[in-house]
């Protein structure tokens, strides 16, 4: 598809997964699917969660302590990039 045609394709349709065609979800969506992952002990949830709360994207508040935890959390359950992050805390 040329370029100009694909752009306003994807203008018009919001951006789409490129594996499975589905629209992306928004910021809001996003949360509530991370927040769904952690309660169920997902590291690789966890640390997401806590840049966002680093950064203060997708609606969340800019929390350290917040961040900080969760990255802890995730190094526990066995996130090695959360370890990684902490080290620069």
């Given amino acids: 598809m040329p370029w100009k045609m694909r752009h306003v394709w994807e203008r018009e349709n919001r951006s789409l997964c490129i594996l499975c065609r589905e629209p992306t979800p928004t910021s809001e969506e996003e949360v509530k699917q991370i927040k769904k ?3 169920r002990g997902n590291a690789n949830a966890l640390h997401p969660m806590s ?3 680093f950064n203060g994207t997708h609606g969340l508040p800019q929390d350290f302590a917040k961040a ?3 990255c802890l959390r ?3 359950l066995g996130c090695a990039k959360a370890y990684f992050n902490l080290g620069f805390a």
């Fill in 51 to 53: 840049g966002l709360y």
């Fill in 68 to 70: 900080n935890e969760l």
């Fill in 37 to 39: 992952q952690m309660e």
């Fill in 74 to 76: 995730a190094g526990e």
